[in-house]
């Protein structure tokens, strides 16, 4: 998957300086880099008995949906507070100056359900950990997340040990 990183515009000192980001911008445009990183995510979880791809907000809706499609599994997002319309789930993470909260809609997992996670970027694993948990809580069962690309240097897996976890490209 090293190719997929020629895809990627490397955008210095943003959101402010210090900062390298990754723009997947780039990769989203190329209908060949787009089609590798869905065939990448489904394949590594092709078989596993999938039946749900949860996407966590925002960029993960982009992914998650054709995930899901090429496995065969519905799909569900996993929301920042107060944008999901029916009764939710909610989980509180830490960030490095604060917290946060993701949230689900309480039907949105069945107990036992073979749920992946998936996101564009696995950083320093907080929204990952948070989101499993939720799936957790309304009885699912994680069967992996997968990521685009995974920042090695910021040990986000780590906050996942034990779990499936899965990138295509590492920085």
């Known amino acids: 998957m090293d190719h997929l990183k020629s895809l990627i515009r490397e955008v210095p000192d943003f959101p402010k300086p210090g900062i390298n980001f990754f723009d997947i911008t780039t990769l989203l445009k190329d209908a060949g880099g ?20 949860a996407g966590i907000e925002a960029r993960g809706f982009i992914f998650a949906p054709a995930v899901a499609h090429v496995l065969g599994a519905g799909f569900v997002p ?9 009764e939710t789930e909610r989980v509180e993470y830490a960030l490095e100056y604060g917290t946060d909260v993701v ?40 069967a992996g997340l997968g990521f685009v690309i995974e920042l090695d240097f910021l040990h986000g897996s780590d906050k996942l040990a034990g779990r499936d976890v899965y990138s295509l490209i590492h920085y």
Not at 35 to 41: E, N, P, R, S, T
Not at 44 to 51: E, M, P, R, T
Not at 78 to 86: D, F, Q, S
């Open 103 to 142: 949230e689900i809609h309480r039907d949105a997992v069945e107990p036992g359900q073979k749920v992946l996670i998936v996101d564009d970027v696995l950083a320093t694993g907080g929204t990952a950990s948070a989101a499993a948990r939720l799936v957790e809580k309304l009885g699912g069962k994680v």
């Open 34 to 53: 787009l089609k590798a990183v869905i065939d990448g995510l489904a394949g590594h979880y092709a078989g596993k008995g999938i039946q749900t791809v």
């Open 78 to 86: 996993i929301r920042k507070p107060k944008k999901l319309p029916a």
